[in-house]
């Protein structure tokens, strides 16, 4: 593209997302320094658009940046009150007792949050300092200096013809320089896969592991709400099919978060997660909750689940990976917010020493350390073995040892080290000739929904004249391939309905609906070619979930 010509604005730090990691930074930039030149960039549409609400916030990351969160009106007003986990079975439920669990898991002292409103108040906060913010800004590349670092980005390009290439109406966007750019545009995003793949920056790290995690917002009868009350399940519908579980989350207003969380892992490539959510919600305990109620939201996305061992290098000359683009998710808590609140801190404060030594474009090295040794590393090093116990022994024994194994990394020693991971989430997926398909029941329209009605309430939107942004390798492998061997399971696993096989002059046509896409990731993840990548498209375009 260098016959491409390009406005180039220049800055002391460009940030990619405004995410709690993005935002973090750019408030810890601005506080340490008010002359510094800071940028956010946000691919969606405003700030929060591509963050569904519903998560238990700890605060210590917050706290660390804005100690007076409270007093500055953070929409943080609901503190947990009951802390519930649930083992299911089809017909029943068996509660597993508070006393044994490790102290980490205890949910005293945290907040049942929307996260999308929260960053939505980070931003204002980010503002009032200084920091520029530019939403509807999807950055589609890297621009790399002299010296092979990286320069800035380019964000702001409008109208690709539709096989990708410029036209008359294109607009080319603009150049946005950095002594330093953080990447924290959240999970498997495609500028921090690009820097981690020219870097080697996962050398001699475990594999990165996922899960998918799905979520509706209900408002349900005023009668049956609990404001404050967590709940956590394991079970059934998956057994032993896949790992994962649920979330259920009363916030306020008579407002329940119900999410579901499927790792992706699992070997029998005729799992459907979406229908296993489904499913979910016709257990007992959960149909008797939202029967009259109705559904205001959905939405997905994938998560890290690798963990301490499979957060890769965070800094290459001139950027720092933050938050979910380097996979800070504390797996058995479900939680990554903290966490990555404190890495955009930690690595502003790197940035702020450096730009004051008058260095640009090299490593933050200072960053890195921060995080592998300060309260992040520690956070995700107590529960290093727990996701791997779990893809290796099941959920049995990963409750027993894994628990184990967090009460004594609690005491400062583990009795297995640290696990490995082994193979990636596509490789993990087996033949289809070794599984029976499995038969799920049709949803009922009243707890259970289709996947195109309910990605209707994603509110997502693309422009349908640009490119594609999923994008196929080789056009030929879903059929020639992923059919035959793997009964081509991104009909599947994708939770929005992206992918579908139809016939077509009597042969099978892979078809992608990428309009219906709510950017989470789980095609680039999961498919077992590796044949689907995942690019940003134009800014704005995506899910648009509501202020709520």
């Known amino acids: 593209m260098a016959e491409i010509e390009r406005e180039a604005m220049e800055y002391d730090v460009v940030i990619v997302g405004a995410g709690p990691a993005g935002l973090s930074a750019a408030i810890r930039l601005k506080q340490l320094d008010a002359d510094l030149d800071v940028v956010v960039l946000e691919k969606g549409s405003e700030v929060g658009a591509h963050i569904l609400s519903g998560a238990v916030l700890d605060p210590c990351g917050l706290d660390a940046l804005i100690p007076d969160w409270k007093e500055k009106g953070a929409p943080i007003t609901v503190p ?22 490790p102290p980490l898991m205890n949910n005293h002292g945290n907040y049942i949050v929307s996260m999308g409103n929260v960053c939505r108040w980070m931003a204002e906060q980010a503002e009032e300092l200084g920091v520029e913010i530019f939403p509807g800004m999807a950055c589609s590349e890297l621009v790399y200096g002299d010296n092979g670092e990286v320069k800035g980005v380019v964000a702001g390009v409008f109208g690709l013809e539709k096989d990708g290439s410029y036209g008359p109406g294109t607009e080319p966007g603009m150049e946005l320089h950095g002594k330093y750019v953080f990447i924290s545009e959240g999970v498997r995003g495609s500028l921090a896969k690009e820097i981690i793949t020219k870097y ?16 509706e917002i209900w408002e349900i009868d005023p009668a049956k709400h ?20 649920s979330f259920i989350y009363h916030l306020e207003n008579n407002q329940v978060y119900v999410g579901f969380v499927v790792h992706l892992n699992y070997k029998n490539p005729h ?45 290459a000359p001139g950027a720092a990976l933050l938050g979910c683009a380097a996979g800070m998710v504390n797996v058995p808590r479900i939680k990554g917010n903290h966490n990555a609140m404190l890495s955009g801190k930690a690595a502003a404060e790197a940035a702020f020493d450096a730009i004051k030594a008058e260095r640009s474009g090299d490593e933050l090295t ?3 350390a921060e995080v592998r040794e300060g309260a992040i590393g520690k956070d995700l090093k107590k529960v290093r073995n727990v996701k791997p116990m779990w893809s ?13 194994d967090m009460w004594t990394n609690t005491l400062g020693f583990s009795l297995f080290g640290t696990l490995g991971h082994g193979k990636n989430d596509a490789q993990s997926t087996e033949e289809a000739s070794k599984h029976k398909p499995i038969d799920y029941p049709k949803p009922d329209g009243k707890l259970s929904f289709d996947r195109l009605t309910n990605v209707s309430f994603a509110m997502t939107n693309h422009e349908e004249s640009q490119p594609c942004h999923l994008r196929l390798a080789d056009d030929s492998l879903p059929v020639s391939v992923n059919l035959p061997k793997y009964a081509e399971p991104a009909q599947r696993y994708c939770p929005a309905g992206v992918y579908e096989i139809v016939e077509k ?44």
């Open 80 to 101: 947990v009150k009951e802390d519930n986990f649930y083992m299911l079975g089809e017909a029943g439920q068996i509660r597993i007792p508070n006393f044994p669990m």
């Open 271 to 315: 799992l459907f997660p979406y229908m296993e959510y489904q499913q979910f919600k016709h257990h007992p305990m959960v149909a008797e909750l939202l029967e009259g109620g109705k559904r205001v939201a959905y939405g997905a996305r994938a998560i890290t689940e690798g963990g301490y061992q499979s957060m890769p290098k965070l800094v």
């Open 226 to 245: 609990k404001e404050g009350t967590v709940t956590h399940t394991m079970g059934w519908p998956l057994g032993s099919k896949a790992g994962g579980g």
């Open 505 to 548: 002059d009597g042969q099978p046509e892979f078809v992608v609906n990428f309009q219906n896409c709510v950017h989470c990731k789980t095609c680039d993840i999961k498919d077992p070619s590796q044949n689907i990548t995942w690019t940003t498209p134009q800014g704005g375009d995506g899910p648009n979930y509501p202020n709520m």
């Open 200 to 215: 080697d920056l996962a050398k001699g790290k475990e594999v990165q592991k996922y899960g998918v995690g799905m979520k």
């Open 366 to 368: 200072a960053y890195e």
């Open 392 to 404: 290796k022994w099941g959920l049995t024994a990963s409750l027993m040892l894994g628990g184990l």
